[in-house]
Each structure stands twice: as C-alpha cells, then as structure tokens.
C-alpha cells in the first residue's frame, strides 16, 4: 500500500510522494505535508509560468519568486497565474 499524507494544499488525506523533492529539512516537510498530487500539479503550474513569463532559472530572483509561488501555491493561498493563458478547451 501507498503512504498516505494529510495534504496542506488539499485538505485531505492522500497519496504522498515517494521521496522528498529536495535534500535537507524543506525537502523533508514537503515529503511529510504535501501529497502526489499537489506535488504534479505544482510542476505543472511552475512550468506554466516559467514558459509565460519567460523566467530563467539562472536568475537568482527567478528562484525566489518561484519558491514563493511554490509556497503559496501548496498552502492553498492566493497565488501568481500567467497571464494571457487561456487553458485549451475539449
């Protein structure tokens, strides 16, 4: 069976990831406090608004607003959304 976490971003017990996204103690807290699934869809938020605001990850700035995002998109707060992005329609 899959280890399970309570999901900070869900509020709700769910499927966890199966190893911690990053080394040290905030790697460890996310392991413990943020599910699988919050985790994808996290990546797939950063990407959006890597490629829409054409962010570079060697600009130290471009990181520190992404950890930022990353942390209030994982905590359920308000946060950053690419503009002009129109999701595609079924």
């Given at each position: 069976?899959?280890?399970?976490?309570?999901?900070?971003?869900?509020?709700?017990?769910?499927?966890?990831?199966?190893?911690?996204?990053?080394?040290?103690?905030?790697g460890?807290?996310?392991?413990?406090?943020?599910?699988?699934?919050?985790?994808?869809?996290?990546?797939?938020?950063?990407?959006?608004?890597?490629?829409?605001?054409?962010?570079?990850?060697?600009d130290?700035?471009?990181?520190?607003?992404?950890?930022?995002?990353?942390?209030?998109f994982?905590?359920?707060?308000?946060?950053?959304?690419?503009?002009?992005?129109?999701?595609?329609?079924?």
């Open positions: 069976m899959s280890r399970t976490v309570f999901c900070r971003k869900y509020q709700q017990e769910l499927e966890g990831l199966p190893a911690p996204p990053y080394p040290g103690p905030r460890q807290e996310l392991f413990e406090s943020v599910s699988k699934q919050a985790w994808l869809d996290w990546q797939a938020h950063q990407t959006m608004l890597i490629n829409e605001k054409h962010l570079s990850l060697a130290p700035a471009a990181r520190k607003y992404l950890q930022q995002e990353m942390d209030k994982l905590s359920g707060e308000d946060y950053d959304k690419a503009e002009g992005y129109v999701p595609p329609t079924s």
